[in-house]
């Protein structure tokens, strides 16, 4: 079993829908990061979060240590949020910071 | 400012024979990090410089991989000899320090036959 569990793996939606994504670690952590990566792109940090909620345009981020979850939400979905969406967490109390990642959602938003 | 560049974006090569792929990270970034994306599996971590020095290198497959960071600049990653199991996505990311966001190089795609 990964330390970092990810879904859906595949998700597709129409424009407009809202969309959550889940991630579960089985770990202690410092910080989860939701990253985004577009076809042939580059991996870019969407959210590093350790508590509460983050919000960023039509993004939504949110964490619960105590259950060791956190949820991913686009509001208004559009074709150009298609991307694969990666879950990573850290811990900087060790001597690394290390990511450890989740195998990633990828999401299709259909016009 | 420059982000996180890599060298090269592709490359092909034959079993036995040897490759080195480079990173450059954000200017003045010590913390640089090396991650492999083999195909169909998690983006997994392989080691992690401070400035010149290997703080972990856990992740390392074996020692068929050989990492620098020579001046805690720019830093290479050589396996010698390639296998075909070594395929995959290396991504290079840097940090300004421990606890602080990781931004990603566009990889390195090797495919190994």
């Known amino acids: 079993k990964n330390e970092v569990e990810q879904s859906p793996q595949n998700l597709t939606a129409q424009e407009g829908e809202f969309i959550t994504i889940n991630c579960s670690y089985s770990?202690?952590?410092?910080?989860l990061h939701w990253l985004q990566q577009h076809p042939g792109g580059g991996i870019v940090s969407l959210f590093m979060?350790?508590?509460g909620k983050k919000k960023h345009g039509r993004l939504i981020a949110t964490i619960n240590i105590q259950e060791k979850h956190s949820s991913l939400h686009i509001t208004a979905s559009h074709p150009r949020d298609s991307a694969v969406y990666i879950c990573?967490?850290?811990?900087?109390?060790?001597?690394?910071?290390?990511?450890?990642f989740g195998t990633g959602t990828l999401l299709a938003v259909q016009p | 400012e420059a982000g996180v560049t890599q060298f090269p974006s592709h490359s092909v090569i034959e079993k036995g024979q040897t490759v080195t792929l480079r990173c450059d990270p954000i200017?003045?970034?010590?913390?640089l990090y090396w991650y492999r994306r083999v195909m169909g599996k998690e983006i997994k971590f392989l080691l992690h410089?401070?400035?010149?020095?290997?703080?972990?290198e856990s992740g390392m497959p074996n020692n068929r991989f050989l990492a620098e960071r020579t001046g805690g600049t720019y830093s290479t990653l050589k396996v010698q000899p390639a296998e075909l199991e070594d395929s995959g996505v290396y991504f290079c990311?840097?940090?300004?320090?421990?606890?602080?966001?990781?931004?990603f190089g566009p990889g390195t795609r090797l495919l190994v036959l």
């Open positions: 990311a840097s940090s300004l320090g421990r606890g602080r966001a990781q931004y």
């Open positions: 770990v202690g952590i410092s910080a």
């Open positions: 979060l350790s508590s």
């Open positions: 990573a967490v850290s811990n900087y109390g060790g001597a690394t910071n290390k990511l450890i």
């Open positions: 200017s003045g970034h010590d913390n």
């Open positions: 410089f401070v400035k010149e020095s290997k703080q972990d």
